[in-house]
């Protein structure tokens, strides 16, 4: 199994799903929108989380359409999951079979980013889709999270330092922090034509829905971040600080990036 740092067996997972929702669904479902998304459409879901877009999607395409949601740790997603025209899956991107082809649309949200072979996953993907299908992937740029106001310098050198040693164990655990600035570029070379990119982000004030993925995250990983030089007090401080309405950070930008499977061209 892949080394993903946020196992969702933790019971962090509901937070960072809740805050990852409320944050970026609304921009990620005007991505999709934006395909032309369709009733009757054919749709797969990689590691869909809560499926709180995995079920958004099974809404778009109706009775006469399918969406299959792929997780490797699916128990978040179970509750989201009834609709008849909804397969949910427990699955390996990086090394199970993929669960069908000719998919008018593959979505992924801050799914490659975790993977050491998301290179190779990606021409999975593609190879997923129908001629003229749209693979949509979403990421973050974790490079960018500037603090936007804080109480004093000694705030904002805290949340930089304690992010900064959060970065250092998800690229320990073979992931790209960078991942969301390369995703075009990748999906260029994969073959996909017609690509555009559009990249979110906004303020997260102290107490906000959105600043509370540091807190979920940093809980998962206390342990590890005090082996990188992180104490419990330090991390205690940050956690206040993340309550502090007077503390104010980006939020991750989200990188949204859509291109098509191009259609055959004719061979006389
Ligand atoms: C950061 S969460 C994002 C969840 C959801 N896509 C969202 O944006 O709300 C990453 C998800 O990818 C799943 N995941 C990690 N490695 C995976 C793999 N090799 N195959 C399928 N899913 C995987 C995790 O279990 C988790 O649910």
Same mark, same amino acid.
């Given at each position: 199994m892949s080394p993903y740092l946020f196992d969702n067996s933790a019971p962090e997972s509901q937070g960072r799903f809740s805050a990852l929702e409320a944050c970026y669904d609304p921009v990620s479902r005007r991505q999709l929108a934006s395909i032309g998304l369709k009733a009757g459409w054919k749709c797969l879901e990689i =590691?869909? =989380?809560?499926a709180s877009l995995g079920d958004w999607l099974a809404e778009q395409v109706g009775p006469d359409g399918e969406v299959t949601i792929t997780d490797i740790e699916p128990r978040w997603a179970q509750a989201r999951s009834?609709? !008849?025209?909804v397969r949910l899956l427990r699955h390996d991107i990086v090394r199970? &079979? &993929? /669960?069908?082809?000719?998919?008018?649309l593959v979505h992924a949200r801050l799914v490659l980013l975790h993977l050491p072979e998301r290179q190779r996953v990606l021409k999975r993907l593609v190879g997923a889709l129908r001629p003229g299908g749209w693979l949509v992937l979403e990421e973050f740029d974790c490079s960018w999270v500037p603090v &936007?106001?804080? !109480?004093d310098e000694d705030a904002a050198v805290l949340f930089r330092r304690v992010h900064t040693a959060l970065v250092g164990l998800l690229e320990g655990a =073979?992931?790209? /922090? &960078?991942w969301g600035q390369r995703v075009l570029g990748a999906m260029l070379r994969a073959g996909l034509v017609d690509l555009r990119a559009t990249t979110y982000a906004e303020a997260w004030p102290g107490g906000s829905a959105g600043i509370a993925l540091h807190r979920h995250n940093v809980d998962q990983v206390a342990h590890q971040l005090a082996g990188a030089g992180i104490p419990d007090r330090d991390l205690d401080r940050f956690r206040s600080l993340l309550r502090d309405p007077g503390f104010v950070a980006n939020s991750y930008p989200l990188i949204s990036v859509r291109g098509r499977r191009p259609f055959e061209e004719y061979q006389p």
């Amino acid at each position: 199994m892949s080394p993903y740092l946020f196992d969702n067996s933790a019971p962090e997972s509901q937070g960072r799903f809740s805050a990852l929702e409320a944050c970026y669904d609304p921009v990620s479902r005007r991505q999709l929108a934006s395909i032309g998304l369709k009733a009757g459409w054919k749709c797969l879901e990689i =590691g869909g =989380g809560s499926a709180s877009l995995g079920d958004w999607l099974a809404e778009q395409v109706g009775p006469d359409g399918e969406v299959t949601i792929t997780d490797i740790e699916p128990r978040w997603a179970q509750a989201r999951s009834d609709r !008849p025209q909804v397969r949910l899956l427990r699955h390996d991107i990086v090394r199970d &079979l &993929l /669960p069908g082809d000719g998919y008018d649309l593959v979505h992924a949200r801050l799914v490659l980013l975790h993977l050491p072979e998301r290179q190779r996953v990606l021409k999975r993907l593609v190879g997923a889709l129908r001629p003229g299908g749209w693979l949509v992937l979403e990421e973050f740029d974790c490079s960018w999270v500037p603090v &936007l106001a804080a !109480p004093d310098e000694d705030a904002a050198v805290l949340f930089r330092r304690v992010h900064t040693a959060l970065v250092g164990l998800l690229e320990g655990a =073979g992931a790209d /922090p &960078l991942w969301g600035q390369r995703v075009l570029g990748a999906m260029l070379r994969a073959g996909l034509v017609d690509l555009r990119a559009t990249t979110y982000a906004e303020a997260w004030p102290g107490g906000s829905a959105g600043i509370a993925l540091h807190r979920h995250n940093v809980d998962q990983v206390a342990h590890q971040l005090a082996g990188a030089g992180i104490p419990d007090r330090d991390l205690d401080r940050f956690r206040s600080l993340l309550r502090d309405p007077g503390f104010v950070a980006n939020s991750y930008p989200l990188i949204s990036v859509r291109g098509r499977r191009p259609f055959e061209e004719y061979q006389p």
